[in-house]
């Protein structure tokens, strides 16, 4: 399997309610990002975690990482149609070296 | 705000064709990047550019080369396009972020991206 693989590879949700994304990684990192690409589009920068960080916030996103299962979340509260998109991690190892995940599809349905 | 371009964002190119795609940054970026994004296998690093003429293989190299000449410009070439490199192709720079050993981290900004088919 490939690093920083996403699941689920796609979500439909109400609005309103909450979507939790998941991310895992097979070597040691230096950080962990996540990304957003609306469709058709290029990536934007969402949010950085570091390897001594557990939990980051900003805004209605919330990150979590456990190093010791390689693996993070993304959940985001309260979501809106606006939030549907492709959502992806990027692990970032040794020499800068960023790898980036096949992506969760999210659909919020208004 | 960084503003990252791409050259096209839709690109028909026949088999054997000799194919360049354009990346333009503003914001001085020492990292430019090109990717390839196909569904199901996420994003693909070609390859990579530290500085101006420098450049290195990303993932999966094979059949393209790249061209750094100029800081704000990385180009990606497909000596002969085939059927199998019907792709999203994505560039991005990166801000390195310096701080504290263990602090820093790079931050990549990526453009609108090119759909190109080799037909």
């Known amino acids: 399997s490939q690093q920083g693989e996403e699941d689920p590879q796609a979500l439909s949700i109400q609005e309103g309610e909450n979507a939790t994304m998941n991310c895992s990684y097979k070597?040691?990192?230096?950080?962990l990002q996540w990304y957003r690409q609306n469709s058709g589009r290029g990536l934007v920068h969402l949010i950085l975690i570091r390897s001594n960080e557990r939990e980051k916030h900003s805004g209605r996103l919330r990150v979590t990482l456990d190093t010791s299962k390689k693996s993070s979340s993304l959940l985001i509260t309260a979501s809106r149609a606006a939030d549907t998109a492709s959502y992806f991690c990027a692990s970032e190892g040794s020499y800068q070296k960023v790898t980036f995940g096949i992506g969760t599809k999210l659909q919020v349905i208004p | 705000d960084v503003k990252v371009t791409q050259s096209s964002r839709y690109l028909v190119k026949r088999t054997g064709e000799k194919v360049f795609l354009e990346c333009v940054q503003d914001m001085d970026h020492e990292n430019m990047f090109w990717y390839r994004q196909d569904p199901g296998l996420g994003l693909r690093l070609i390859y990579f550019?530290?500085?101006?003429?420098?450049?290195e293989k990303g993932d999966i190299p094979e059949g393209y080369s790249v061209s750094r000449e100029k800081k704000e410009r990385f180009s990606l070439i497909l000596e002969s396009a085939s059927t199998n490199q019907t792709s999203m192709y994505l560039c991005?720079?990166?801000?390195?972020?310096?701080?504290?050993?263990?602090?820093?981290?790079?931050?990549?900004?990526f453009g609108p991206g090119t759909r190109l088919t080799v037909t």
């Open positions: 991005a720079s990166s801000l390195f972020l310096g701080g504290l050993a263990g602090d820093s981290h790079y931050e990549q900004y």
């Open positions: 070597t040691s990192i230096n950080n």
């Open positions: 550019s530290y500085d101006v003429k420098m450049k």
